[in-house]
């Protein structure tokens, strides 16, 4: 008898967008971003182990496509992610995305996810994580520019992670206000709706950038930054799409996830190739110090980098069994003997 | 009253390795490759407007795992494939693929497929219409050196496409070539068996050589290959993995896909990287020459580019509505304000 149902080997786990939001509300979103927190860092400390390369854009007038892997040996990780920030006007995400983990020993994948809103908790995760290191001690207000789709994870991350207590929010639509300070209402943040950027880092110990129009855009200029203040700049993450005037640059000390992606993207295309920068990794191993003195301005000149998407496929991988929450694919094609591909597609004939 | 199934915006049709067989065995595995055949030469007549790239290649020891985006400026597509050799001692697939179409305007995905079948057909589908452009008029006999997963659909295609009505199987493990000459005693060809791939090769118009050894193998040595040939070479298909002496390619006319890749992985990296070869979409639009003699000795140097899969994700994606054999997955995240995942994320607590 021919059994042509897929076996065990020929299945892989799907976590759709549901699934993940199952898990998001079954471990908490602050809890879940905090566990991921852990992996990210996990990850970090054992950079140089990672296979690395700038992501892998096709830009388009209307915005990119990129496909973002890496490897640490073991396991093998990509995420496909769109930016287009035309989309939000005619009803569709801006950025939507979805990742592949797979087993480096034989090459077949072992986990396929939605990322979309993976990807808000992994940013969010990896902001707070850098805050840890680069912010000033005992910070407790946070400006957030921008109160788009990252926003209110970006709030509940600092707030889990970092234990900030207030967020002064604005954007140059009062209507992604509105909607960012009801979703946080009953989150035990004090909310401040801004009516300008400047009344927005009134106070705030950190600043949070994450507005999405595809150009130069200066959100902060120079005289809104005081000393002592953390920048965690996470929108400006193509060429051509930065937030900051040049002149912060200059006067912050820069970390970055993975220098050469950031020369391309990051705010620090404003400046020179050669203009000095630490990537972060160093500072989480104490190779090299984060914040040094209280006066000083540090910059955390976020893109978004591939080992970020790896370490929160793995996350969401270990808690496959804990939550249950996906259905298994059939994506891979077994056949009994694994030379006999045709012998599969033919005997299937009339069996289906 | 909230709405929380995913909205049609946020499905993407998924094709399974058993829905993928479902199709094969509607249309018809010959006549499916016609087809196939057809998409990926149109899109190589208008080669010039893709945007391309050699494939983004993580080697480790036991293989490699690839990643293979192009687009058209219309749709862009990706496809991910590993490829361990050492798998097949094991159980597992030595290639599995699986690929992404998306609309480049909004960056949304159109299709999720596998491709470890549609990787055999496409590959089988180049191949032909290669040999269309460079093989001897009339050729009818065909030697197929390695009989493993991809030995029976180029020895169909090549009976459907070029008209071929003679293979001649050879083997290092006789097994294998037991196997596809079983799968292929009613395709109508002459079928025979031999013991050498000296023997194979003898009297054969065309020969097709699909080993899969990860090493610089020699399948073929000069004194084999008689004027007038033509060479379809798709083994060799990574750095340090190649089938020919080289003797044969200083005899060869050499055509390739794309050559940036192709020096890296193909044939012709035995060669110097200034050794003139001819891309094939040249020959397709008709602005250089294929075969120009009967006693020329032709070789494709084939390893696969990332148009073709684009192709055949373009000819699945034509088919769905035909076939009807696919699932919708929630792979995207659809809020009703794009703004606001975090209120989609928790709106969804104790109603999902």
């Known amino acids: 008898m021919i059994n042509l149902n897929p076996s065990a080997m020929a299945m892989v786990p799907f976590v759709s967008v549901q699934d993940m939001m199952k898990i998001v509300n079954s471990i908490g979103p602050r809890q879940m971003m905090r566990e991921i927190c852990a992996y990210i860092e996990a990850d970090f400390a ?21 496909l973002m892997p890496t490897s640490d040996g ?39 996810s939605e990322m979309t809103v993976l990807t808000a908790l992994r940013t969010a995760a990896t902001s707070a994580m850098a805050a840890k290191y680069l912010g000033p001690k005992g910070a407790r207000t946070m400006a957030l520019i921008g109160n788009g789709a990252q926003c209110e994870f970006q709030a509940l991350a600092f707030q889990e992670i970092v234990g900030i207590t207030a967020v002064r929010l604005y954007d140059v ?14 989150s035990g943040l004090d909310v401040m709706i801004c009516n300008t950027a400047e009344a927005a880092v009134t106070g705030a110990d950190i600043i949070t950038t994450c507005t999405a129009d595809k ?6 200029t120079d005289n809104m930054v005081g000393s002592g203040v953390h920048i965690n700049a996470i929108g400006g993450d193509c060429p051509g799409k930065t937030e900051l005037h040049r002149d912060i640059l200059l006067r912050s000390d820069i970390f970055v996830e993975y220098q050469p992606q950031t020369r391309i993207e990051g705010e620090i295309q404003a400046l020179d190739p050669d203009y000095p920068v630490t990537e972060l990794w160093q500072v989480i191993t104490g190779q090299l110090p984060g914040r040094s003195s209280d006066r000083q301005i540090t ?25 249950g929450h996906h259905i298994d694919l059939d994506l891979l094609a077994d056949p009994d003997d694994p030379r006999d591909l045709f012998g599969m597609v033919n005997r299937a004939k009339g069996v289906l």
């Open 299 to 323: 910059l955390f000149d976020s893109v978004g980098f591939a080992t970020e998407d790896f370490s929160a496929l793995r996350y969401v991988r270990d808690q496959l069994e804990r939550t």
């Open 74 to 112: 073991e396991y093998y990780g990509f995420k496909y992610v769109n930016g287009h920030p035309s989309n939000m006007a005619r009803g569709f995400q801006t950025v939507t995305a979805f990742g592949v983990l797979a087993r480096v020993s034989n090459g077949y994948p072992v986990l396929f």
């Open 173 to 186: 639509d009062a209507q992604a206000t509105h909607k960012a300070a009801k979703n946080l209402e009953n």
């Open 215 to 220: 150009q130069n855009a200066t959100v902060l």
């Open 46 to 66: 054992r950079w140089p182990l990672f296979d690395k390369t700038p992501r892998i854009a096709t830009h388009s007038e209307e915005g990119v496509i990129e």
